[in-house]
């Protein structure tokens, strides 16, 4: 086992039990923390220069941003700031340029037309993991003894169930080829890659395959490839899986990359119970409530944490909004016009509407003592909807519930503020009535000459 920094890695490839040669490719590149697992595709050997290209030219892009890797760990600011999504873009278009570069090479060649590459990556910067991916090869997070697929499949199985033209069901038995990728490097000029950014803690342990791996690890079976991958020596981890693979058929290549943050056995309890808290305090709230985990770990990227001092101010009435905010932990104040009309505490949110456009803050928030609040700038949250299409129907499906609970609750609100206007009024008037009753209004009769006006004196 090799390590990198805090990282730790293992390695493996094989030919598999049906294939006479190998068309996939994986490069380590410990000083750059960089992980690439490729499946080349094409027949003739095309695929094999197709991943070779590929995991060439990603390795020499992102080599050549170092120093803005660099910048981002460091955490350096003004001019020289670098944001994850500057380090999103270095990789995604280190992905095309290798989508580029494959595609001329097939272009020079007849026998090679047509050659792609699936392509799955990690980049460990600071404490996040950035993980890249196209087609079918997979990225799993093992943390605290429990497995998780972070990447999603771009198949005709996925595309289907995603799009609803098919369910599940008549999916798994009508589609012969439902594995099929719909997204590869080199195929066509440029690609689509997507992109997930992991808050990573000590002890999480990350697996990049082949689906000469993952296909035979499906459904209940992942918690087997959990307990495989949960070896405290990641060499012995690794020869498990490929020997499982072959074990079960080895119907394809094999090839898996094992990379361990810090030391398999250590726990860093603290930030893993923050990082949970985060995601479960997101999860609970009506905007993301409907989201699946890889989804929730879309929003979780975009989402910053900020400390705020006891009565330091977070938003002030009538400032143009740009953030959502959500308390992660002590409460803040709500007040307008210097009245204070609510306490928030942890999981609840405020400024909502500053996701949607920009308008005048409606209140003023203090820090009622030391608070963390978790915000999602609406920048970032106008690229999920950009980006990831699927998740922005859902979002945006959720966010009109949210505004038609608002409408109703201040339907409500308007209901009952007439009805006691009506009240009052009307007691005014009732009392202003009884007042009236309560007073004895003595008239004094008029003069004898008036009350016989014909008569004589």
């Not at 689906?211 to 459904?219: A, H, I, R």
């Not at 726990?267 to 949970?276: N, S, T």
């Not at 305090?281 to 910053?304: K, N, W, Y």
């Not at 922005?392 to 609750?409: E, H, I, M, P, S």
């Amino acid at each position: 086992m090799t390590e990198s920094g805090v990282a730790q890695f293992a390695a493996l490839t094989d030919v598999g039990r049906q294939r006479d040669h190998n068309e996939d490719n994986f490069l380590v590149d410990r000083k750059l923390s960089l992980y690439v697992v490729c499946d080349g595709m094409g027949g003739h050997a095309a695929g094999e220069v197709a991943s070779a290209i590929a995991v060439r030219t990603v390795h020499e892009e992102v080599k050549r941003e170092l120093e803005l890797i660099d910048d981002y760990v460091a955490g350096k600011t003004g001019a020289d700031r670098v944001s994850k999504r500057d380090v999103i873009n270095m990789l995604e278009f280190a992905v095309n340029r290798a989508s580029g570069r494959v595609h001329a090479e097939a272009s020079k060649d007849a026998t090679k037309r047509g050659m792609g590459t699936t392509l799955v990556s990690i980049l460990l910067a600071g404490n996040q993991a950035f993980v890249t991916y196209v087609g079918d090869s997979r990225c799993y997070l093992l943390r605290n003894g429990a497995i998780q697929q972070i990447t999603e499949d771009h198949n005709v199985y996925n595309e289907l169930i995603k799009k609803k033209k098919l369910p599940k069901e008549k999916a798994d038995k009508l589609l012969s080829q439902k594995n099929a990728v719909t997204r590869a490097v080199g195929v066509y000029e440029h690609c689509e890659p997507d992109t997930l950014v992991i808050d990573v803690v000590a002890g999480d342990r990350f697996l990049l395959c082949t689906d000469g791996l993952s296909m035979y690890f499906e459904g209940d079976e992942v918690a087997e490839l959990g307990k495989l991958l949960s070896s405290h020596d990641a060499e012995v981890a690794v020869k498990s899986l490929i020997d499982a693979a072959n074990a079960r058929g080895g119907g394809d290549n094999v090839t898996a990359i094992i990379v361990t943050v810090g030391d398999v056995t250590a726990r860093d309890d603290a930030r893993a119970q923050k990082l949970q808290l985060k995601r479960d305090i997101l999860a609970r709230m009506p905007l993301f409530r409907m989201l699946g985990e890889r989804e929730l770990l879309r929003v979780q990227e975009v989402t910053e944490v900020a400390s705020y001092k006891n009565g330091e101010r977070v938003i002030k009435e009538g400032d143009r909004g740009e953030e959502l905010f959500i308390v992660l932990s002590g409460q803040v104040k709500v007040l307008r016009g210097g009245t204070q009309l609510a306490n928030l505490k942890q999981g609840e949110h405020f400024g909502e509407m500053a996701l949607i456009r920009a308008q005048p803050r409606s209140a003023t928030v203090l820090s009622d003592g030391d608070s963390e609040l978790m915000l999602i700038r609406r920048v970032d949250f106008f690229d999920i909807l950009r980006k990831e299409h699927q998740l922005a129907v859902k979002l945006l499906w959720q966010f009109l519930g949210v505004l038609a609970d608002r409408l109703a609750d201040t339907s409500r609100e308007l209901d009952h503020a007439r009805e006691e206007l009506a009240e009052d009024i009307t007691s005014e008037i009732f009392d202003e009535e009884e007042d009236d009753n309560r007073k004895t209004l003595v008239i004094p009769p008029p003069p004898r000459s008036l009350r016989n006006p014909g008569g004589s004196s």
